[in-house]
């Protein structure tokens, strides 16, 4: 006969849907009862959605009857009252910050910080109050695209003051640790962080507080989709297959967490070569587009993999400010401007005014 940590631990494969985490880490495993009649474990949901809940039941069902010497397996459903009154209550906001946006990736090496810094600056350059919070802790790289290399000071009142540069108020683990010292930490330090960058910072009165997500959905998304309520999530990917496969895992991620998903931008859409001018389609083309349409989610636009942005990057000045008639810059500023339109045309979502 199995045992009650020998079956825990095979529920430890069981993912909760829309998270690289388990249900175990989740919490939702409450009790497991091991008898002559079989197997049955109790769940506590996180969630009231019935889609979710039938995934982990029939998720649970299907690990535990395959463990040798199981001849049944019961799932038992505790109420989900607390779950719902915090679902209901929702997690507290950022003092000052009306918007948070939150730009992620389903996979790495798409260019999703670079899009992030520039999306945040072309918000700015459309006369909104913005802030960039960087997110990803094992590869922070953000401070070296916008040239930041002061030390963040703390106030008074034992606050973190964020570095501003070009009109953006940013914080970075990066601001705090030498360039070549590597970060080896575990999740329970990087949620604890985060959370400190969200309501440790002074980040004082911002209309958009742009959050630069490390790529996948693992335990920093979670730890901030339980923080603070989000206006909306922007998935940033690539044309080719393998990127658009994790765009999935990134929908359902926000979806998961009752976050609008408010657009897709397709990055490194396609080359022109600066020598003959012809395009090349070197990823595949159209991808984010279609994804964007088979999830019924907008498509904000498509950016071409461009040196100048590149350059503009490294050296520390985002081509939106370095070249800002560069055409890709005005891409950039047209993706911002159908961002602003999707979250008013998005019910108790008020934009705020020029400033």
């Keep these: 006969m199995v045992t009650p940590q020998q079956v825990l631990e095979e529920l430890k494969k069981v993912k909760y849907p829309g998270f690289t985490r388990d249900i175990v880490s989740f919490g939702m495993v409450k009790d497991i009862e091991v008898g002559s009649m079989g197997v049955n474990v ?8 019935q889609d979710v809940i039938r995934q982990i039941h029939e998720a649970v069902t299907a690990t535990v009857s395959k463990m040798p010497g199981v001849t049944a397996v019961d799932v038992t459903l505790t109420e989900p009252e ?5 679902m209901r209550h929702g ?16 996979k790495g090496g798409v260019g999703k910080s670079t899009v992030a810094v520039n999306l945040a600056l072309a918000l700015t350059a459309l006369g909104k109050r913005v802030g960039l919070m960087d997110c990803d802790v094992y590869g922070p790289s953000v401070p070296l695209m916008l040239d930041l290399q002061e030390r963040p000071e703390w106030s008074d009142e034992h606050r973190i003051i964020p570095l501003e540069q070009f009109g953006l108020k940013v914080i970075s683990l990066g601001l705090f640790v030498e360039d070549r010292t590597p970060i080896i930490w575990r999740g329970p330090m990087i949620n604890k962080l985060l959370t400190q960058f969200l309501r440790e910072v002074d980040w004082g009165e911002l209309d958009f507080l742009v959050l630069d997500l490390p790529p996948g959905t693992g335990d920093a998304q979670l730890t901030i989709t339980q923080q603070v309520p989000l206006s909306g999530g922007v998935i940033v990917t690539t ?4 990127a658009l496969l994790d765009v999935k895992r990134s929908i359902t991620m926000f979806r998961q967490v009752n976050a609008p998903v ?9 080359h022109i070569c600066s020598g003959c001018g012809e395009r090349a389609d070197i990823f595949g083309h159209g991808g984010g587009e279609g994804m964007a349409k088979q999830f019924n989610v907008p498509f904000l636009g498509e950016i071409p993999l461009v040196r100048d942005i590149r350059e503009a990057s490294d050296a520390g ?4 400010l370095a070249q800002p ?19 008013a045309a998005r019910p108790g979502q008020e934009l705020p005014t020029v400033h």
């Design 42 to 49: 109790i769940l506590a949901p996180t969630t009231a959605r």
């Design 82 to 86: 607390q779950p719902q009154r915090r």
């Design 91 to 106: 997690p507290a906001g950022v003092p000052g910050v009306s918007h948070v946006l939150a730009v992620a990736s389903g």
């Design 239 to 242: 044309p080719q297959d393998v």
């Design 262 to 270: 408010l657009g897709v931008i397709e990055n490194m859409s396609y």
């Design 317 to 320: 000045k985002p081509i939106v």
């Design 325 to 343: 008639d560069h055409p890709q810059s005005q891409a950039f500023r047209a993706i911002a401007e159908r961002l602003l339109a999707e979250i």
